[in-house]
């Protein structure tokens, strides 16, 4: 029995032990401190970082030395650790050993093996015999291309990547005034790039690939999608032929959204709003409304001209452009929340009202009027209409007619909201009417 334990226990003891993970590392960075070298180990997608602190450097060397082995303690810095790129989150080493070293055709290699506190295990190679050597020039067809502005700053990004080799040639553009975007079928030049913002090429962590002359063009379809064809030539001389294509962007009300509605509309008359001016010259007002009474709320995000000073009236297209002049449009929900801007209905939770079910707005327009009254004509992800109507009664004005005895009603006539009161009608700002 005792022995059949022990074989028990060691099995068990054998199960809890993981494996270690063996990780190929595409890249890596060099930083070199007074003190001492850190080494960075970044994986394939570059969702972690391996970072390696040696101490046990010579005054004034620029690299650790080669076919030395440095473990945690020896050589090798306590605080070494991993990084999660995307969140930050680290854990440090409990073991660790490190070692650079170059092959016969004197190309790099690093070996490291690493434990954490949590108990994970890796072993990680660098090989830079087995990295493709950088093109000189040539012609390729990016898999993917972004592009993204800031409107704020007058500019507009392009980037164009290839998966293999993998590069990226990023170019930065001055916007016109008035201008969203780059015009379709213009030639731009190295001329027309932002001085503010470096128009680079990157392979790996080799030098990066500066321009010297530049010819780029977008062409855009009637359905939006739109092709771009680059040419660059590089400092060194190196012609490189890009080109890439975007597919039209999908109908909003076709990419239905989590959690929002799909079985009905939503109408609904605020009659109480003031919406939060306190970052409008900073271009961004919000309007966040609560109506209690009937259980319904409403998030509209303006995008407004930086230095305004009050909502200007007119019509407020919804779309995720962020320009000056829109409504911001959902695009669902995230981890941090709601993304604006949305209608919904309001439940309790824990003495507290949270939303509930949601309807997205995706498309349709905001019209700021001269009154101070707001429309919103809108759709979500499924198709539904949301109409809202925000009058500009303040809740003051509705409180001092109730004060009366009899009771309060608040009704919409020829687009406007009046207040009765028994046999008498007042206006939203409280004068009587009749």
Excluded: C
């Excluded at 074989?7 to 993981?18: D, E, N, Q, T």
């Excluded at 321009?211 to 379809?221: C, N, P, Q, R």
């Excluded at 995008?303 to 409504?327: F, N, R």
């Amino acid at each position: 029995m005792k022995k059949m334990l022990s074989l028990l226990a060691g099995v068990l003891f054998a199960l809890s032990v993981s494996a270690a993970t063996e990780v190929h590392v595409p890249m890596y960075r060099v930083t070199v401190g007074s003190s001492n070298i850190t080494y960075q180990l970044l994986n394939d997608d570059m969702t972690r970082m391996f970072v390696f602190v040696v101490d046990s450097i010579s005054a004034g060397a620029t690299d650790v030395e080669f076919g030395r082995t440095y473990t945690l303690g020896k050589g090798l810095n306590q605080y070494s650790y991993w990084l999660e790129q995307s969140t930050y989150s680290y854990s440090l080493f409990t073991a660790a050993s490190f070692k650079v070293s170059k092959n016969e055709a004197g190309k790099v290699r690093i070996d490291a093996q690493a434990k954490d506190q949590n108990g994970d295990e890796w072993i990680l190679l660098y090989d830079e015999a087995a990295i493709p050597e950088m093109p000189k020039g040539g012609t390729f067809v990016a898999d993917t291309v972004t592009t993204q502005s800031d409107f704020d700053l007058g500019v507009v990004q392009y980037a164009l990547e290839t998966e293999n080799p993998p590069f990226a040639f990023v170019f930065n553009f001055k916007l016109q005034d008035g201008k969203k975007d780059l015009e379709s079928g213009v030639t731009y030049t190295e001329r027309d790039l932002h001085d503010s913002f470096e128009s680079v090429g990157y392979y790996y962590y080799a030098p990066d690939i500066h321009y010297t002359s530049l010819e780029f063009k977008k062409t855009v379809a009637e359905d939006e999608s739109y092709t771009i064809v680059a040419t660059v030539v590089d400092e060194d001389g190196n012609t490189w032929h890009l080109s890439g294509s975007q597919a039209a962007p999908p109908d909003p009300t076709q990419a239905h959204l989590e959690y929002d509605t799909q079985s009905e509309d939503f109408d609904h008359t605020f009659t109480s709003f003031r919406p939060d001016m306190s970052n409008i010259a900073s271009g961004s007002v919000v309007l966040q409304v609560t109506d209690t009474e009937n259980m319904l709320g409403a998030y509209i995000h303006f995008w407004t001209i930086e230095g305004a000073e009050s909502l200007t009236p007119g019509v407020y297209p919804i779309e995720s452009s962020k320009y000056p002049g829109t409504v911001n449009a959902s695009e669902g929900v995230t981890s941090q929340g709601v993304t604006p801007s949305i209608a919904y209905t309001l439940a309790e939770s824990n003495g507290q009202l949270l939303p509930n079910r949601l309807w997205m707005l995706v498309t349709g327009t905001v019209t700021v009027r001269e009154d101070g009254s707001i429309e919103v004509n809108a759709l979500n992800s499924y198709g539904r209409t949301v109409h809202l109507l925000f009058s500009n009664a303040s809740e003051e004005d509705v409180e001092n007619v109730r004060a009366g005895e009899n009771k309060v009603l608040k009704v919409l006539q020829n687009g406007q909201v009046v207040i009765i009161q028994g046999n008498r009608k007042f206006s939203i700002l409280g004068n009587r009417s009749y």
